[in-house]
């Protein structure tokens, strides 16, 4: 079935909370852009194309991306997906925001033309429902243990505390934070490597003292050696994010153990094919994965749900949630309850687009 239509909309979701920020950075609004593919009998796919610096991608050069891909998507069999990725890493190296949108689209477009949800791609379905993990961002220690206190009263039982890399600030707001939720609340610690190796050892085995369940990113993702003597010395299960850019970058990662576990990203990896691979070799590895943060519309979060829900691996809290802090999402069709999302039904990702994105 031949695509015959492709295009992108740019889109803006303002936060609810404008002051929101991590070690990267700040930005009262989260971007990307929403990718449309229709086939000639009709059938439509879509795609999120986050517009994520940190990760590579401004709104500008993703634009620019997704319009230089065009032509080697319009007129192709949309059947033809492996064929079509394939080109589009020859015509271009890098540019895995846009093309996560192209290969998402594309089996959104395979699933709704065979009329079946969209897990039924990757070998079905393993589980109904996942539990949120909800990402507290930096702010004082006692702000933070009052966003915690709402997060919980609202269901959730996993955290994620963004810290800042300053040890003794960062302990205590670990600290705060379970002081206001008590024992049954998972916590896990995210530094989006703002650690020097040696504070990452000190700070992980002080807040260990708090029952924490993983820490993300400790150290800079060039520091292959940093992360990996991390990995050996403290108590907490470590995990790798902006280290796991690739799936090259992944199978150094797991091959030389350098990290328990791996934060996997549909957006950071190009798509839900590189995704399932960097699962493969996490499995073969014995290294822990499950989905990371998903910030952008619920049709990202749509599209994680259901690879979550059908691998094998996934075993903790995924950051599919993110979606409850945007506003303005072009998408409708699932919500957050009781802390975990449940798999949609229907064809397709079970989202629906409510007209033009902003």
């Not at 993990?133 to 930096?138: E, T």
């Amino acid at each position: 079935m031949l695509i015959r239509e492709y295009a992108s909309h740019p889109n803006v979701m303002r936060k609810e909370d404008p002051t929101w920020k991590f070690a990267l950075g700040a930005s009262p609004v989260t971007e990307g852009s929403i990718l449309r593919i229709v086939d000639e009998a009709g059938n439509e796919g879509f795609g999120y194309a986050s517009a994520t610096p940190h990760m590579g991608a401004i709104p500008a050069t993703l634009e620019a991306e997704l319009a230089y891909f065009k032509p080697h998507v319009l007129g192709r069999d949309g059947d033809h997906i492996e064929a079509i990725g394939a080109a589009l890493d020859r015509a271009m190296r890098g540019a895995p925001q846009a093309k996560a949108a192209i290969d998402c689209a594309l089996h959104e477009l395979l699933a709704k033309r065979l009329g079946v949800p969209l897990c039924q791609l990757f070998g079905g379905k393993m589980r109904d429902s996942l539990p949120i993990l909800r990402i507290l961002a930096i702010k004082t220690p006692d702000e933070m243990a009052s966003q915690a206190r709402k997060l919980v009263d609202q269901g959730y039982r996993y955290l994620k505390i963004k810290v800042h890399g300053e040890v003794d600030l960062d302990v205590a707001r670990v600290r705060a934070i379970r002081k206001m939720v008590g024992d049954d609340v998972h916590l896990t610690i995210d530094a989006n490597q703002s650690y020097t190796t040696k504070n990452a050892i000190i700070a992980i085995s002080r807040m260990a003292d708090y029952n924490i369940d993983l820490v993300e990113q400790p150290v800079p993702a060039d520091d292959f050696e940093g992360l990996a003597l991390v990995t050996r010395t403290v108590p907490v299960k470590v995990e790798a994010d902006e280290a796991a850019g690739s799936l090259s970058e992944i199978y150094q990662l797991v091959t030389k153990r350098a990290v328990d576990a791996v934060s996997l990203k549909i957006p950071k990896l190009g798509g839900l094919r590189n995704t399932i691979a960097a699962a493969r070799l996490c499995e073969q590895a014995g290294v822990a994965y499950r989905m990371g943060a998903a910030v952008g519309s619920r049709l990202l979060s749509a599209h994680a749900l259901h690879l979550a829900c059908a691998l094998p691996g996934v075993n903790y809290a995924c950051e599919l949630g993110e979606f409850a802090r945007l506003l303005d999402d072009p998408f409708s069709g699932i919500e957050i309850e009781n802390g975990e999302l449940r798999l949609t039904q229907g064809a397709g990702s079970g989202v629906t687009w409510n007209g033009r994105p902003a």
